[in-house]
């Protein structure tokens, strides 16, 4: 998919509500992972990924491998992705083609 004229891939599972779930968000040229747990969130990512988000190859090394706690907002910068909200979108009786909705 394009968000904001970029193009972004995505690779999501858990639950409906989203409280719990793995996001692997495609982003530039690297890749984000979003944990939620518990209505927590942790985030990791590949050396390309921290990068572009430090602007420093040395501390994106560091970080390669691990998670941090983050908030809310900055776990939902990446888009607000509840598994639940997606799937709503995706099958939007708006969205869906003349012949879906006649063949069910």
Do not use: C, P
């Amino acid at each position: 998919m394009t968000q904001g004229g970029q193009k972004t891939s995505l690779d999501i599972a858990g639950t409906a509500d989203g409280a719990n779930q793995k996001l692997v968000v495609g982003v530039g040229k690297g890749k984000a992972h979003i944990l939620t747990v518990g209505g927590k969130y942790y985030m990791s990512g590949d050396r390309d990924f921290w990068t572009e988000q430090t602007g420093d190859s040395k501390a994106a090394k560091v970080l390669v491998g691990k998670y941090v706690q983050v908030s809310a907002a900055d776990a939902k910068d990446l888009g607000d992705l509840a598994l639940g909200a997606m799937l709503k979108e995706v099958f939007a009786e708006k969205q869906r083609s003349t012949l879906e909705k006649v063949s069910g």
